[in-house]
């Protein structure tokens, strides 16, 4: 079929659910940031579509204040909103961001465990509709490039799957990521993301296990949609959808920072060096994910070639971020383990196994 995600939704299908919907206090799950794709979410359908949302988030320490305070404001803004918040303990998060910066070379556990945690519990709310911060531009790479790379091999005609389908595969995919059938393929490095967090986390996915299982055997069994607004329609520009934010949120940048592609993790830099030394060093085969979101970002329309060139100098491209060093520190990563800790050796040493580059 056609490029873009398969589970877009629209507002008359959102408000057909939500009128269907007798099983449970809410609309839909919100999986929220603070940042302005997630606050825009927020404000969209309790605002201007009226549904009941339940905001869930949990406690990722890299989040910036700035983006703390943005979903404290929202829930002021928006009385009508639920927020419901899940911790790991910080032993866990910093075992599990050093042990995936050994295993595939960066540190990032977003969003995959937000998957994990809220997911079960959308179930259990019953709950018909999850949706996330994420807009079109993140997923140009799955949405647009692989489908069109399918249908110039005959592949168009292939009917979608349901969205119950889609859904359990996507949560599959988060909870039973095969290794990659091809190595050096452009969705490999994204799987064994997915596979290192599961091993390193296990114990967290035992609920969504049992969902997964449950739902595959018997197709009564309840299940939340997972389902995407239509951003390049909505959005008009960053610029503008930032200016709403700012105007009906009370939405904030964090200080210094000027991009408008992700605004709410303060070790998004990081992930930028690291995915852009691993593609330098020969170590994969996927270009960093930012650089594909601005492009996509200009080539939608968007943001302008100018201002496309501006987020690529916000990115954690050119040198090692200001919040890799702090970050090493808090991770327990000395100036040895970047040459001998499983891939970090390709993330933060330029020329690979020899690490010339490592002072």
């Avoid at 977003?110 to 079960?120: G, I, N």
């Avoid at 018909?128 to 790479?141: H, K, N, S, Y």
């Avoid at 119950?164 to 990659?180: C, D, G, K, S």
């Avoid at 491209?317 to 520190?329: D, F, I, K, V, W």
């Amino acid at each position: 079929g056609a490029a873009g995600p398969r589970n877009a939704v629209d507002d008359a299908a959102l408000l057909s659910i939500a009128a269907a919907n007798t099983d449970s206090r809410f609309d839909v799950m919100v999986l929220c940031t603070g940042g302005k794709d997630s606050t825009y979410l927020l404000w969209y359908l309790a605002k201007r579509l009226g549904l009941r949302v339940l905001a869930a988030s949990w406690n990722m320490p890299y989040t910036n204040e700035t983006c703390r305070g943005n979903v404290r404001r929202s829930l002021e803004l928006l009385p009508n909103v639920e927020l419901v918040e899940r911790t790991l303990s910080w032993n866990d998060v910093r075992a599990a961001m050093r042990a995936q910066f050994g295993n595939v070379g960066l540190p990032c556990l977003c969003p995959v465990v937000a998957h994990a945690l809220f997911f079960p519990l959308a179930a259990e709310e019953r709950i018909p509709v999850v949706m996330q911060g994420v807009e079109e531009v993140q997923l140009a790479v799955m949405s647009y490039v692989m489908r069109s790379l399918q249908s110039g091999q005959g592949q168009s005609r292939t009917a979608p799957p349901s969205q119950r389908e889609q859904t359990l595969q996507f949560l599959e995919l988060a909870a039973h990521a095969p290794e990659p059938a091809d190595p050096f393929s452009l969705v490999a490095e994204f799987i064994r993301y997915q596979r290192s967090v599961r091993r390193i986390l296990d114990p967290l996915y035992g609920p969504l296990d049992r969902l997964l299982e449950r739902a595959r055997k018997d197709e009564s069994v309840f299940l939340p949609q997972f389902l995407r607004l239509k951003t390049n329609e909505l959005y008009g520009s960053w610029s503008q959808v930032a200016e709403l934010m700012k105007r009906e949120m009370d939405w904030k940048m964090p200080p210094g920072q000027k991009g408008l592609l992700h605004t709410s993790c303060r070790i998004e830099k990081v992930k930028d060096y690291c995915q852009y030394m691993r593609f330098k060093n020969m170590r994969t085969t996927s270009f960093p994910q930012s650089i594909v979101e601005v492009s996509a970002g200009v080539y939608f329309g968007l943001i302008s070639r100018e201002e496309g060139l501006r987020e690529v100098e916000e990115l954690g491209y050119h040198r090692e971020p200001e919040a890799l060093a702090g970050l090493l520190r808090d991770l327990g990563i000395g100036e040895d383990d970047r040459r001998s800790h499983g891939e970090t050796r390709y993330s933060l040493c330029d020329g690979g196994a020899g690490c010339g580059g490592c002072a």
